[in-house]
């Protein structure tokens, strides 16, 4: 069993479309985060959910948005795509906030 | 603010070799820190982690040290395969806030 998966893998899509990526976690960890990875190779965090809390990095844009319907769950939406949301996104899970992080294997979007 | 940086970004070795992967981070008080590595287009796998009371930790091939006073810590590899290409990663996690910060890696070639 895939400890953090998230779906879909690779995403293409048009500019201004909205598009959703899934992640579940089986680990029964507390806190849940989505990272943007650019083409340098280097991670930004964008949010974390821990127990109903929400922390933006003030950096994201409000076309992001994430998801939480349960414990095991943190879906990021994306509103009126550009091009510059082009990059890997990856969820990952710990325990608490200082915890072992796990991360998804990565969700490629790539944006026309 | 804390800072990782990872020296060199980049190392090719033959095969066989035992070689060293070095991290350095600029605030002390840490919780524990963690290596990663990552293959190209896939996500994050958890290596090693060592809490700040440990001194090392080890797993098969690896080993990590960690030196909270200056500020460092080592993975050392030995006997290195070809298989053990890849992108390695180091992350400490935040005092406060959601941010974990990753080093900017090292890209290892062990060549046949």
């Known amino acids: 069993d895939t400890a953090v998966s998230q779906t879909p893998k690779y995403l293409v899509t048009q500019m201004g479309n909205d598009k959703s990526i899934k992640c579940e976690q089986n680990l029964g960890h507390d806190t849940m985060y989505w990272y943007k990875q650019d083409s340098k190779k280097f991670l930004k965090i964008m949010f974390s959910y821990n127990n109903k809390e929400l922390i933006i990095n003030e950096t994201v844009p409000n076309r992001f948005s994430p998801k939480s319907p349960d414990k095991a769950h943190l879906n990021l939406h994306i509103n009126s795509l550009e091009l510059g949301d082009s990059a890997v996104y990856f969820c990952a899970s710990s325990q608490t906030r200082a915890g072992e992080l796990f991360f998804g294997e990565g969700s490629r979007l790539t944006v026309l | 603010k804390q800072e990782v940086t990872q020296i060199p970004a980049a190392l090719s070795v033959p095969e066989g070799e035992n070689l060293v992967l070095n991290c350095s981070f600029t605030?002390?008080?840490?919780?524990?820190l963690q290596w990663f590595r990552q293959d190209p287009g896939k996500g994050l796998t958890s290596l090693l982690l060592i809490q700040s009371s440990q001194r090392e930790q080890t797993s098969g091939r690896l080993n990590a040290s960690l030196d909270k006073s200056s500020g460092r810590s080592t993975l050392y590899i030995a006997a290195s395969q070809p298989g053990d290409s890849a992108t390695y990663l180091c992350a400490v996690p935040p005092n406060t806030g959601n941010q974990f910060y990753f080093g900017t890696g090292t890209s290892l070639t062990v060549i046949p």
């Open positions: 605030d002390s008080a840490i919780y524990n």
